[in-house]
């Protein structure tokens, strides 16, 4: 079984920059996945980055944060950080990452939340203008 650990997350103000980073354990295969997603209030779960243990390390980001945010891995997966600037009120949500082992490309990941088997415990970010 996999195991995510979150950690990060906080109140800013509109322009600012938060990192969250979320540590993996248990992985039964070498190659997985992993993505952040995000739910603000009154809205569905959304995509915000992904990225696979491939060897050209793919990733993806949701058209809302292209630009702004970064997803980039360390020791082997085991830790994946999102990167966080110029943060907007828009931004304000629940921040989950989820991970899975299976076969799909880091954009279907990205494109359905149902898709992950593990999740973190989730993180509040706060946005202020």
């Known amino acids: 079984r996999v195991n995510l650990a979150q950690s990060g997350g906080g109140s800013v103000k509109a322009g600012g920059s938060l990192r969250l980073s979320c540590a993996a354990s248990g992985y039964y295969y070498s190659r997985h996945c992993l993505a952040w997603f995000r739910q603000g209030p009154g809205k569905e779960r959304e995509g915000v980055a992904a990225?696979?243990?491939?060897?050209?390390?793919?990733?993806s980001y949701g058209d809302a944060v292209k630009g702004r945010f970064a997803i980039s891995q360390d020791n082997g997966g085991d830790i994946v950080y999102l990167e966080m600037t110029n943060l907007k009120p828009g931004d304000t949500a629940v921040y989950y990452c989820?991970?899975?082992?299976?076969?799909?490309?880091?954009?279907?990941?990205?494109?359905?939340?149902?898709?992950?088997?593990?999740w973190g415990q989730g993180a509040q970010v706060t946005v202020s203008s």
């Open positions: 989820a991970a899975d082992e299976g076969p799909y490309s880091v954009n279907d990941y990205l494109q359905d939340w149902r898709r992950f088997s593990y």
């Open positions: 990225i696979c243990s491939d060897s050209d390390e793919s990733t």
